[in-house]
C-alpha cells in the first residue's frame, strides 16, 4: 500500500469509527467528514470520491457479506437506491468488513456494478449496516446504524434519513 493509500485509509476508518461513535442516530448535527477516497466498484473502475456527492445530500451504506441483517434488507436497500435515484438524491453502497474477497464480489453482486469494494479493509464500523447521509463536501449529517426496519417502504426511510 502507498503512502497515501494508507494515509486515506486511515483517513476513512477514522471518519467511520467517529460517525459509529456518536450513536445510532445522530439526528442533524454534522459529525464528521468523509475523506477523499476512492474504493473500485464491482465493475472494476474508480469508484466516486467519498468526500463528495454530486446532490445536495447523499447516502453511504456500509454492509458486509457475514451480516445477517445486511443480507436480509439487501432488497430494501435496492429499492432505496431506485427510489433515490428517481428523485434525484446519490446513493452508494460499500461492502467489505471481511478478509473474503470472494464474499465481498458476491454480495455486491446484489447492489449492481456500481457497488463499492472494500477488499482491502479500509473501512471500519462497530456496526452493520451503518447508514452514513452526507452533504456534498462530505460532511456526515446523520448516521443510522443498523436497519430502521419499522419504515415500510423506500419513501418512508428516505423521509427518515432526511434525504428526502
Request: hydrophobic letters at 45%.
Amino acid at each position: 500500500m502507498t503512502r497515501m493509500n494508507a494515509f486515506r485509509s486511515a483517513a476513512l476508518t477514522a471518519a467511520l469509527a467517529l460517525a459509529a461513535c456518536s450513536g445510532s442516530d445522530s439526528g442533524s448535527r454534522a459529525v464528521s467528514r468523509l475523506p477523499d477516497a476512492r474504493l473500485p466498484t464491482l465493475a472494476g473502475i474508480a469508484g466516486p470520491s467519498l468526500a463528495s456527492c454530486p446532490t445536495d445530500k447523499c447516502l453511504t451504506v456500509l454492509v458486509a457479506p457475514w451480516c445477517g441483517v445486511c443480507r436480509a434488507e439487501a432488497p430494501s436497500l435496492v429499492a432505496l437506491r431506485h427510489y433515490l435515484d428517481a428523485h434525484g438524491v446519490s446513493s452508494r453502497i460499500v461492502v467489505g468488513l471481511s478478509s473474503d474477497a470472494g464474499a465481498i464480489r458476491s454480495f455486491a453482486a446484489v447492489f449492481g456494478s456500481d457497488a463499492l469494494l472494500d477488499e482491502g479493509g479500509a473501512l471500519s464500523s462497530r456496526a452493520t449496516p451503518l447508514m452514513l447521509v452526507s452533504d456534498r463536501e462530505g460532511r456526515i449529517l446523520k448516521v443510522v446504524e443498523g436497519f430502521p426496519s419499522r419504515l415500510g417502504s423506500p419513501a418512508e426511510l428516505a423521509q427518515f434519513l432526511g434525504l428526502i
